[in-house]
């Protein structure tokens, strides 16, 4: 049982690049989400899936796009990156079921956008 | 929206015991929640509070009053380990949603 899991774990781009990040989740969760977290700062909500086939915008969702062909996988497609986006992405699932909203995070990506 | 207000940094000694405050103000409420960070690391789920009161886990407790909009996490017999990132976050009104938000998080250091 691997959790959440993401790739890659570090990526570096120059600004203009695009590039997906892969999420995925082998808890049969309903829920999945991006978030972005820059140093020191907390976890912002990027776009966010209720289910297969669902999408829906976080707090910060420019410039990003996403998809969630499959239940257990989402992704996270930057289309032109810029210095902006520098940042460590996570990847979270939690459970319908769970009244906590206990959410399960993925090790992280750290992308750099020189 | 959410707002979320916790305290950026706080400081304390081995075997002590410490609290974190977390104040919110949300269009929406149906639950509070406290994570855990090590630098480098990703966020872990400590505990959950959806009703008043005090929730006890091991060492660490958390507590929400709904009416003053106010909750905090505590930290007993602190640990080296202990130091670490700690963010409260609100669950959205909306259940459907099944999204939360969470505060800048507050930086624990605790000395020998």
């Known amino acids: 049982n691997a959790g959440v899991t993401q790739t890659p774990k570090f990526r570096v781009l120059k600004t203009g690049q695009s590039m997906t990040l892969l999420c995925a989740q082998d808890m049969n969760h309903e829920y999945m989400y991006w978030y972005r977290q820059d140093p020191g700062m907390g976890l912002r909500l990027i776009h966010y899936?209720?289910?297969?086939?669902?999408?829906a915008k976080g707090e910060v969702p420019d410039g990003y796009n996403v998809s969630r062909l499959k239940k257990q996988n989402f992704l996270l497609g930057l289309e032109s990156a810029a210095p902006s986006q520098t940042s460590v992405y996570f990847c979270?699932?939690?459970?319908?079921?769970?009244?906590?909203?206990?959410?399960?995070f993925g090790p992280g990506t750290r992308l750099t956008v020189l | 929206g959410q707002s979320l207000e916790q305290p950026s940094e706080v400081t304390a000694v081995e075997g002590a015991i410490v609290q974190i405050n977390c104040t919110y103000q949300t269009s929406g409420f149906y639950g509070l929640s406290w994570y855990q960070q090590h630098d480098g690391g990703a966020p872990t789920f400590l505990s959950y509070n959806g009703l008043d009161g005090l929730e006890e886990t091991g060492r660490f407790s958390s507590f929400l009053s709904r009416s003053d909009s106010y909750g905090y996490l505590l930290l007993q017999e602190l640990q080296m380990k202990d130091s670490a990132s700690y963010f409260c976050a609100v669950r959205d009104g909306d259940t459907n949603a099944g999204k939360s938000t969470f505060g800048d998080g507050t930086t624990l250091t605790v000395k020998p």
């Open positions: 899936s209720v289910g297969e086939g669902t999408t």
């Open positions: 979270a699932s939690s459970s319908l079921a769970a009244t906590s909203n206990e959410q399960f």
